[in-house]
């Protein structure tokens, strides 16, 4: 019998009858969280995972935990820091060398609502590097992924996109004060409007690209929270989900959509609790997606803003 998927669906009941076995998945923020339980989930079902973060012991640490519940994971590592387009750079070639043919690429690593800071290449941080870090670090991959194809690349973005646009004037704060969660909202919005980008770029020879908003969970993304972050954000986010899903929950919807049948040649999307999720409306103010994310005008903007501030031209 068939499982029925929704919000409190599991990473094991998306995978049930997956066989990955001769695939290649690479997931970023790979050593905690939703990416440890993506990784973990995408092994078991045979797939040779790659996990990308910036600390090898947190990395290291990561694998041991998933080896000692499954000797036969077929697991690596690869150091990469998101906010450092240098060592973005770096990893992607390392990777393209790896893995000449990657058939699914989880963008799941980020950060949310810090205080103001910047990455190595002077980006505001949460823009630099939820957006502009897996900008490059994809684009450089698409090699691979279309030695791959049918390949599949899934962007983590949040319910958090509400919050706002992609202020394509002033992405990095230089003008208007630096509001927090203006920022995370604004990065959230880039991760959806990439997809509808890379997707329109790609999905023709092959590749598509969805966005997945995993609900609220805690995790170490959360850890420059206080207590009066979270009641602030759900005194804001009328429009936002925030009971909170167990990480096999959360990571069940980036599962679903690296892996389902009912995916398979659609892309440019918005995806919550294991289904394509409807446009924000009265009836459904707490899920769903604004119009603004998926807008594919919006989307190329996006593009476009993004090779100039990396200063780097992608011919896909």
Known sequence: MAVQLGEETTTDDVISGVDLSGKTAVVTGGSAGLGVETARVLAG????????????????VAVDQIMAADANAKLETLIVDLADLS????????LLERCPRIDLLINNAGVMACPLAHTSDGFELQFGTNH???FVFTCSLVPSLLAAAPARVVNLS???HKMGSVNLDDPNFEQREYEKWL???QSKTA????????????????????AVHPGMIMTELGRHLQPAD????????????????????????SVWAATSAELEGRGGL??????????????????????????????EGLWQLSERLVKQTFEI
Do not use: W
């Open 270 to 299: 918005y995806l919550e609790d294991c289904h394509v999720a409807e446009p924000v409306n009265d009836s459904n103010p707490a899920g769903g997606y604004t119009d603004y994310a998926l807008d594919a005008e919006a989307a």
């Open 45 to 60: 079902a045979g797939a040779r995972v790659i996990m990308a973060a910036r600390d090898q012991a947190k990395l290291q």
């Open 87 to 94: 060592s973005v750079r770096a990893a992607a070639a390392e």
């Open 158 to 160: 949040s319910a958090g």
């Open 183 to 185: 920022a995370y909202g």
């Open 132 to 134: 502009l870090g897996h």
């Open 230 to 253: 979270i009641e602030a954000l759900q005194a804001r986010s009328a429009g936002l989900d925030t009971s909170f899903k167990s990480i096999p929950a959360g990571a069940a919807t």
């Open 191 to 210: 991760n959806v409007q990439f997809s509808v980008a890379l997707n329109a770029r790609l999905s023709g020879r092959g590749v598509t690209v969805n």
